[in-house]
């Protein structure tokens, strides 16, 4: 039970960090490394209990590596889910009254976006947490 609760608490921070940096009152260009930042805590803080996902498609990517079991996937998911809806919640919360004006976004740049980032997330992922490298080794005595 404690990864799934580390997938929790580590998509309700990245969600949270989201939401409250790109949202009006707080959005700013240096959203993007506050985001990066907080992942990255995240990661280090329960990547070595959960495996540091905190994303439905990383969660997937690892699957598909055969680095974790079948039923360990649709409990990862459910637990990043509820983290999202918890921190969008939050989000509601403190943003309340904020001016949120949609934006036009092209598709195919967005959704290019959205692959290439999801892509680089999975692949560190991918060759961080789940392959035999000097990050997981441990160390000699």
Not at 63 to 92: H, N, S
Not at 97 to 111: C, K, N
Request: hydrophobic residues 50%; glycine residues 10%; charged residues 10%.
């Amino acid at each position: 039970m404690n990864k799934y609760l580390v997938e929790l608490i580590g998509t309700f921070f990245l969600v949270l960090t989201v939401g409250c940096t790109v949202i009006d009152k707080g959005a700013s260009p240096l959203a993007p490394i506050a985001i990066c930042a907080s992942l990255m805590i995240m990661i280090f803080a329960g990547g070595h209990i959960s495996g540091g996902h905190y994303n439905p498609a990383v969660t997937l990517g690892v699957w598909m590596r055969g680095k974790y079991e079948t039923k360990d996937v649709a409990p990862y998911w459910a637990f990043q889910f509820i983290g999202a809806a918890l921190a969008a919640a939050v989000v509601t919360f403190f943003k309340a009254g904020a001016t949120i004006t949609p934006g036009t976004p092209q598709t195919v740049p967005a959704l290019l976006a959205e692959f290439l980032f999801t892509f680089a997330l999975g692949y560190v992922v991918l060759n961080i947490a789940t392959a035999n490298n000097s990050f997981t080794a441990s160390p000699s005595a």
